[in-house]
T-cell receptor
């Protein structure tokens, strides 16, 4: 069974601070996706990283895929209250005929004004 | 806007009731998924339909029965549920493919149905 460990589980910071959340596994994934889920809503895809070592930027968010494609990080610069939500990482399983995602438990981020 | 709708948004049912959850996608996708999201647990994949064929049943108890009449609609029929089945049930869709291409299958989620079993 492939597992994804996300840390920290909870994070509460002040507006303007920087933060990094992590997603780690002992398994290799074909790709890794980051989602944000707001209360009462389903997860919304933020980014997909495919290549080992890949870095993608989305405004104040920077995503990195580990060289070995087993881990990933999300860095937010100058966090804003609108960044509040549950951040989920999901690894795409390698091989096979079915497309499956393995999700972590998520990091619940609260950005206080 | 995700283009995936779910009804009802909230459902309270007794253990002897029969109910159904509905999911509809307006994105022209061919793959649809049911997930269960419980507190303090990762999102759990329940069922996958690809081109209307069930391709995954992740050891889900038979009291959950999926139905996919066409590529736009997905149902989850519920019967004699247990209190531990209370959770947020999420539907998702993706383009779907006969050939798996890494990183090409973005899943779009609906808002979920919050289910409480009494």
């Amino acid at each position: 069974t492939q597992l994804l460990e996300q840390s920290p589980q909870f994070l509460s910071i002040q507006e303007g601070e920087n933060l990094t959340v992590y997603c780690n596994s002992s398994s290799v994934f074909s790709s890794l996706q980051w989602y944000r889920q707001e209360p009462g809503e389903g997860p919304v895809l933020l980014v997909t990283v495919v290549t080992g070592g890949e870095v993608k930027k989305l405004k104040r968010l920077t995503f990195q895929f580990g060289d070995a494609r087993k881990d990933s990080s999300l860095h937010i610069t100058a966090a804003q209250p609108g960044d509040t939500g549950l951040y989920l990482c999901a690894g795409e399983n390698s091989g096979g005929s079915n497309y499956k995602l393995t999700f972590g438990k998520g990091t619940l981020l609260t950005v206080n004004p | 806007e995700t283009g995936v709708t779910q009804t009802p948004r909230h459902l309270v049912m007794g253990m002897t009731n029969k109910k159904s959850l509905k999911c509809e996608q307006h994105l022209g996708h061919n793959a649809m998924y049911w997930y269960k999201q419980s507190a303090k647990k990762p999102l759990e994949l329940m069922f996958v339909y690809n081109f209307k064929e069930q391709t995954e049943n992740n050891s889900v108890p038979s009291r959950f029965s999926p139905e996919c009449p066409n590529s736009s609609h997905l149902f989850l029929h519920l019967h004699t549920l247990q209190p531990e089945d209370s959770a947020l049930y999420l539907c998702a869709s993706s383009q779907g493919s006969k050939v798996q291409l890494a990183g090409r299958e973005t899943q779009y989620f609906g808002p979920g149905t919050r289910l409480l079993v009494l």
